[in-house]
């Protein structure tokens, strides 16, 4: 059986979650592998959402917001930018493949992007393979 | 000619005298004698007469910086500080847990500090490697100029080199001997949060009891809020029982703060938090 890897998206409500809206109106076909969270802004990610994904056996994590200048609460983003470039390095530091975290700007009316970015993410993640060193044997 | 350790002392008490007998300040965090020479401890002076009780000494290794938050604000305090610690109290400054203003800083000058475990020199593999205090208003005794500051990043290549499941091999080690002890955030100048995350129970992010888990969360997640803020003074890394090498991790996240966001922890009064911050320009590149 080939593999189907579990991914957790986190999109923002103004932006990147409209945005995976319009993919879905629109009938746009993309891998069902991704779990999408809505939050209210990318700046309300807790990076330790991030960890706790991959301890509960995410085998990537997408995080979508609005693009840069474009947050629905000005500055959002540009927090978060920083913010989650750091938990980036940390988790690449700490031994995961860097590849299965990653973070995309994509607004409303990118219902394409959003398609693209999914297929192309579950994509990588599947030749990745299954993530073993965060997950919690149960 | 670096001033002596016991020149630093004197230096030290005649500063503390002064103030608490002026009544410029209520308060002296300083060292004083702990059970032998090896092991001085915090010390608290309160009036003149405590003074004859504060110590200096190549081990007098602990951060004070870190029991200024214990204080009500607006509570007048002298510090003594070695170079990392005054970086500590710069970036207490910038996150406003402490006022300028209330705060007179003793600055101590000094090389060959050693670590009261292992008795070896502290240098730049475990520390930011500086010798003097970057901020203080007295400085009790000569800087300390001469043998060159290695990068303290230099310590990280061998650990940059490493491929992922290595580097992942080496810090599951590392993480599994933690007995979830909690020296590591007394020690720190910067972890000042009531409740910790790792205290919470709505929601619960980990065991609080070692356990691989819990262990991974508490310490990833530790690094993460310390991030442009360890002042890199290693205290986490002596305090702890099982001598997990706790700095490595530090350092890489500090090193990387710095490519990222053009800023050092701790350097200066005017900065603001790197990740309390952003410039509009920051380039989408670091999420690369
Ligand atoms: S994390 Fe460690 S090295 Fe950094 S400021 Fe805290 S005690 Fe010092
Ligand atoms: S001091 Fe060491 S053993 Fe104690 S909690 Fe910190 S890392 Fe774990
Ligand atoms: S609202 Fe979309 S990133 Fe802030």
Redesign the pocket.
């Known amino acids: 059986m080939s593999f189907e890897p579990k991914i957790l998206g986190i999109a923002c409500n103004w932006c990147t979650y409209t945005g995976a809206d319009l993919a879905g109106t629109t009938r746009l076909q993309y891998p069902q592998n991704l779990r999408v969270v809505r939050v209210m802004c990318s700046s309300r990610i807790n990076p330790s959402f991030i960890f706790r994904a991959f301890q509960l056996g995410a085998d990537g994590v997408l995080v979508g917001g609005c693009h840069p200048g474009d947050c629905h609460y000005n500055t959002g983003n540009l927090y978060a930018r920083r913010r989650l470039a750091v938990t980036k390095k940390i988790l690449e530091f700490s031994g995961l493949e860097p590849g299965r975290f990653r973070v995309e700007w994509i607004s409303a009316s990118e219902g394409n992007k959003f398609a693209e970015v999914v297929t192309e993410f579950t994509e990588q993640i599947k030749n990745l393979g299954p993530q073993t060193k965060f997950k919690i044997e149960q | 000619m670096a001033t002596s350790f016991k020149q630093i002392e004197e230096k030290l008490k005649t500063e503390a005298a002064k103030l608490l007998e002026s009544g410029s300040v209520s308060l002296v965090l300083a060292y004083g004698k702990g059970y032998d020479e090896k092991h001085p401890m915090p010390y608290v002076a309160k009036c003149a007469s405590d003074v004859a009780n504060i110590v200096f000494n190549e081990f007098c290794t602990y951060n004070m910086a870190r029991y200024l938050v214990r204080y009500p604000r607006g509570t007048k305090i002298a510090v003594a500080v070695k170079a990392a610690d005054s970086r500590a109290v710069i970036q207490l400054i910038q996150e406003e847990k402490v006022k300028r203003e209330d705060l007179v800083i003793l600055g101590i000058p000094v090389s060959g500090m050693k670590n009261p475990k292992t008795g070896e020199t502290i240098d730049s593999k475990t520390t930011c490697g500086l010798y003097n205090p970057v901020l203080y208003d007295v400085l009790l005794g000569e800087e300390v100029h001469g043998q060159p500051v290695v990068s303290p990043y230099d310590v990280l290549a061998g650990y940059e080199a490493m491929d992922k499941d290595a580097r992942w091999a080496f810090w599951q080690k590392e993480f599994d ?9 007394k ?1 720190c100048p910067m972890c000042y949060c009531d409740p910790c995350f790792i205290d919470q129970t709505k929601p619960k992010w980990g065991d609080k009891s ?1 356990e691989p888990a819990g ?1 991974l969360m ?2 990833l997640t530790r690094f993460h809020h310390l991030a442009g803020r360890c002042i890199d003074c290693g205290e ?1 890394s002596r ?4 001598d ?1 090498p ?1 700095y490595l991790f530090h350092k890489k996240v500090a090193k990387e703060c710095e490519e990222m966001f053009g800023q050092a922890a701790g350097m200066s009064i005017e900065d603001k938090p790197a990740l309390v911050n952003f410039r509009v320009d920051d380039s989408d590149k670091i999420l690369e």
């Open positions: 001997r933690c007995i979830r002890c909690y020296a590591c955030r020690a070692p262990n508490y310490h986490c305090a702890c029982p099982v997990i706790l």
